[in-house]
């Protein structure tokens, strides 16, 4: 007999897969730096919108606080093929510091303390499906993770989720960042398995 109940089966087939192609699951949450860890400490810090026409929108660590906050919890997917399910955090939605910010751009390059960059449309960080994200499972981000405050945009894999994040460039062009000029995929989409370019 070829049919297997679904009592059988532990889960029922009904289910929605919850893991992308080619990924595993971990309960960890291992640590992935291209460099040392910077230390950026909130004095001082700042995050810098700057749109195509070189206007630029900053905020201080304070007004970071001060705006409306979310407490996401989303799965996060890894290039090297580690999944973490219902990750919680804390930070502000990129619709929020994207609202006031005058621009036509389609296209964003992150900047990182540190000088990691990464490239993705602007559409992706709108819509409620991107955040400046400074607490991680209810407590400040720590500094491995990217803290003060990282970029998170769980849909995409996370090399595209910017630690230590400074600021984005909104720009008319494409342009690719740190693991995209290394051969890693323009886009980055864990369920289209988009790990390197020609994917
Ligand atoms: N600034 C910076 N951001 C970064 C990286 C990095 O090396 N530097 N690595 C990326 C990669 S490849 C991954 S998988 C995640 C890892 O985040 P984690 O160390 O919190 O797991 O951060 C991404 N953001
Ligand atoms: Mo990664």
Same mark, same amino acid.
């Given at each position: 007999m070829g049919i297997v109940s679904p009592g059988f089966q532990?889960? @029922?087939?009904?289910?929605?897969?919850?893991l992308p192609p080619g990924q595993y699951l971990t309960p960890d949450f291992p640590v992935l730096s291209a460099g040392p860890t910077p230390r950026v400490p909130t004095d001082g810090w700042e995050f810098v919108v700057t749109a195509e026409d070189g206007t630029e929108r900053r905020w201080t660590w304070a007004e970071l606080m001060a705006l409306p906050q979310e407490t996401p919890t989303v799965d996060i997917h890894c290039v090297t093929r580690w999944s973490k399910l219902g990750t919680s955090w804390q930070g502000v939605s990129l619709d929020t510091l994207l609202a006031g910010v005058d621009t036509t751009a389609r296209y964003a390059l992150v900047h990182s303390y540190g000088g990691y960059t990464t490239n993705l449309p602007l559409a992706d960080l709108r819509d409620g499906r991107a955040w400046v994200a400074h607490g991680y499972d209810g407590r400040p981000l720590a500094a491995e993770h990217g803290g003060p405050a990282r970029l998170l945009? @769980?849909?995409?894999?996370?090399?595209?989720?910017?630690?230590w994040v400074r600021g984005i460039r909104l720009l008319a062009d494409d342009r690719p960042g740190f693991w995209e000029t290394a051969g890693y995929h323009d886009y980055g989409d864990p369920w289209r398995e988009q790990r390197y370019q020609g994917d």
């Open positions: 532990g889960r @029922p087939r009904s289910a929605a897969p919850a945009v @769980p849909h995409l894999y996370f090399w595209k989720s910017a630690k």
